[in-house]
Each structure stands twice: as C-alpha cells, then as structure tokens.
C-alpha cells in the first residue's frame, strides 16, 4: 500500500470557468485559516483505498492511521510506503505487527499514486467552492 497525507481547508482554489458571453461568472473567495487532514492509503494490487479525517499530522495522528489500517486488514501482511514526513520516521510511532514502513527516495511524490488522488480531488471538487465550516469541508 501507498500512503500520504493531505491538508485540506477553507481557502477557495478560484479556477477558470466557462459562461456565455457577455455573463462574466461570479466566484465566491475565502480566506480563513481552518484546515483538517486527509490520510489515505491504497493498495496496488487491488486499489483499495483507505482514508481517515484527522485533525493533525503528527505522529500521534499517524499511529492512529497505522493502527486503522492493520485492524481493517488484519488477516493480511502490509508493506506501507510512505513519503519522508519527519511524524513518519519518529521515535514514538511503533509499527503494527502485521506492517512493514518502507519509505520513497527523497524528492519523489511523482512515485506515490496517492499525490495523484490529492490532485484530482482538488482539481474536481474543490475548486470555486465555498465552505461554511469544517464539517462541510
């Protein structure tokens, strides 16, 4: 399985859009600094894909992920690839039993098929919308 994190907020993507002439489109802009965390892991070989919403990102908040995913796939052995997050290479994470943590070269999200699922996200869903809140978010 791939892993990465995702922070996603309350700050409007504005992004070109297509209206008849004369109409110029109206696209409502925010700024507020309010974001949360979207962790997601997916499987090559089946494309399974796994997300939790957390808070942080953190070590704490990874071994909670960690811990998700080996009790969703408990039966099976898991070999994660994460990025070089430093909350990936601390101290205090402890690696479930049925998990091996293998981490990608430096400088490479181009190697994690998660990068491409955060790009789609924010291209499709995020773009020239506006949150009220969090929980809308």
Known sequence: MFQDEARFGRIT????????RPVRPLCMAMVTQEYTYAYAAVSVRDGALDTL???TVNSRCMQIFLDE????????RIVMIL???GWHKSSTLKTPK???LISLPPYSPELNPVE??????RE???GNVVFNSLHAL
Do not use: Q, V
Request: with cysteine; glycine share 2%; hydrophobic share 30%.
């Open 98 to 100: 049925n998990m091996r």
């Open 83 to 85: 990025d070089g997050a």
């Open 53 to 55: 919403i957390l808070p």
């Open 69 to 76: 995913i080996s009790s969703r796939y408990s039966e099976d």
């Open 116 to 121: 491409h699922l955060w790009d789609e996200l």
């Open 124 to 126: 499709k869903a995020f």
């Open 13 to 20: 993507d504005t992004r070109r859009c297509w209206c008849p």
